[in-house]
């Protein structure tokens, strides 16, 4: 089996994999701080609860854009586990022509994403992850990672207006009745949905003048589904996306290990 982990800034999302299967996957959220043995106890457990055995991994695959997580990760990797990780890192191979500079300040995620999206749709391909920024990444039709924007993300700019005006509340994100909100949560509730399904068209609607009107568009992250039900331009919403490219990279990293 395969351990795929995905740090983000605000999740860790990690996925167990039988072959090309996902046998389990679960959502904690990223904590700067926690010991080798903290996160191995709580993988323990998570495995007992999923009816799965952590013997029975083979292999782990991480990619991280929060760099203090990764040395007690990887001492749990190795502590618990067994095994050193294979982490995926720009300036390394990755079988993927990256056209980004320095290649060292592209997300790993972002490029993990490229490489799941260029195997399971094809190319040209936008992919647009809801994550705590929310990142456009543009592939080519070749499957080369041809660069992206980044925006801010659902969750900060709601707590950016919670923080920031004093009469606006925290809210829930739910369809609103109307784009015309009549309350001030409904207001909020609009803005947020209709504002950002707006910007991702926008956004894809520029891409797609680069790439060309047949770039597959592809949503990902925790609000994909949310917002892709009122944008125009999401063809595909996969909120797995991150942990196939990590299986479909770690799957190819070891048939390079191993060619002759």
């Known amino acids: 089996m395969l351990l795929a982990i995905d ?14 299967d996902l ?64 982490i995926v890192d720009p300036e390394q191979e990755t079988g993927v022509v990256i056209h980004y500079e320095p290649k060292s300040d592209v997300g790993a995620d972002r490029i993990v994403n490229a490489v799941a999206a260029f195997a399971l749709y094809g190319g040209p391909a936008v992919v647009v992850d809801f994550g705590t920024a929310t ?3 543009a592939i080519s039709e070749a499957g080369d990672y041809l660069g992206g924007a980044i925006a801010p993300g659902i969750g900060i700019s709601m707590e950016a207006l ?15 009745p109307s784009p015309i909100g009549t309350t001030t949560e409904t207001s909020m509730q609009a803005g ?24 597959k568009i592809i949503a990902t992250g925790g609000l994909a589904e949310f917002i892709a039900e009122e944008s125009k331009t999401i063809q595909v919403v996969n909120p797995m996306l991150t942990l ?17």
């Not at 740090?7 to 090309?20: E, F, K, P, W």
């Not at 479909?248 to 048939?255: A, K, N, S």
């Open 192 to 215: 947020i949905l209709y504002g950002f399904a707006g910007q991702v068209d926008e956004m894809v609607g520029r891409f797609q003048s680069v790439l060309g009107e047949r770039a």
């Open 23 to 86: 046998a389990a996957d679960w959502r904690i959220r990223t904590q700067i701080g926690r010991t080798a043995d903290e996160y191995g106890m709580l993988l323990r457990d998570l495995f007992h609860y999923a009816g799965l055995n952590t013997k029975d991994v083979t292999g782990i695959a991480i990619s991280n854009v929060v760099p203090p997580i990764t040395s007690p990760l990887v001492e749990m990797c190795r502590k618990f586990f067994g095994l050193n990780p294979y």
């Open 244 to 260: 196939e490219g990590l299986r479909i990279m770690f799957e190819r990293q070891q048939r390079r290990d191993h060619r002759p």
């Open 135 to 137: 990142t456009f990444d």
């Open 162 to 176: 919670f923080r920031s005006a004093a009469r606006l509340p925290r809210i829930d994100l739910v369809h609103p």
């Open 7 to 20: 740090i983000g800034n605000s999740n860790i999302t990690l996925g167990v994999y039988r072959d090309a």
